[in-house]
């Protein structure tokens, strides 16, 4: 069963546009949660990553938005460069355990 | 920077081999995991280990074991390779709240 819920499987966008990808957990006793991105032929990496206590978090042109009460996250990314096309995946982690549960992944691309 | 180092790139076995997928760290990390991706399905944790010759079931073990001898090392065995294990596998170290993947290795099963 999948823990957390991840949409778009893939994601087209102009150059400039805004991306937004969307997951939403069950799960209440999950209190991390990151995002990842990977580019072809390379692992994971850590993109930008949010707690609960705060509904929002930016980095450059990445921002999550946090909403607690409906458990869900997204990320969006705004204006969307072709070098951001890439896979993206949520995660969470429970405020207990050693485990991420990754979402089923996003595939980004931005046309130039 | 953190490096994660997995042995081979690409790897092809017969149906009934057995398999080790090795992954090195150099951070002096507690934690290790191995996942599987695949297309649709995500990453799913195989297995991981928090400390050396400890390891913890993640949501897919079946056929599946691991070794960790040294804190650096930790490896992923198919005791009996089968079609259905053809994936990438991704090695990843922990430190602190962040997860170091290895580049993954395209394991086919033929």
């Known amino acids: 069963q999948q823990q957390v819920k991840q949409s778009p499987q893939s994601l087209i966008v102009q150059k400039g546009g805004i991306s937004i990808i969307n997951c939403a957990y069950e799960?209440?006793?999950?209190?991390?949660f990151p995002w990842y991105q990977q580019f072809p032929g390379k692992g994971p990496a850590l993109l930008i990553a949010?707690?609960?206590?705060?509904s929002e978090k930016k980095e450059g042109r990445f921002t999550i938005s946090f909403n607690k009460s409906a458990k869900q996250f997204s990320l969006h990314i705004m204006d969307s460069q072709p070098g951001d096309s890439a896979t993206y995946f949520c995660a969470a982690e429970k405020n207990t355990g050693n485990q991420f549960y990754f979402g089923t992944g996003t595939s980004l691309t931005v046309i130039p | 920077d953190v490096k994660v180092t997995q042995s081979s790139r690409y790897l092809v076995k017969r149906t009934g081999e057995k398999v080790f997928l090795e992954c090195v760290q150099d951070?002096?990390?507690?934690?290790m995991f191995w996942y599987r991706q695949d297309p649709g399905l995500g990453l799913r944790l195989i297995y991981f280990?928090?400390?050396?010759?400890?390891?913890e079931k993640g949501d897919i073990p079946e056929g599946y074991s691991v070794s960790r001898e040294k804190k650096e090392r930790f490896s992923l065995i198919l005791e009996s390779a089968s079609t259905n294990q053809t994936s990438m596998y991704l090695c990843?170290?922990?430190?602190?709240?962040?997860?170091?993947f290895g580049s993954g290795t395209q394991l086919s099963v033929l």
């Open positions: 799960n209440t006793a999950f209190d991390y």
């Open positions: 949010i707690r609960p206590d705060v």
């Open positions: 990843a170290s922990r430190g602190w709240e962040k997860l170091f």
């Open positions: 280990s928090y400390d050396v010759k400890m390891k």
């Open positions: 951070m002096d990390h507690e934690n």
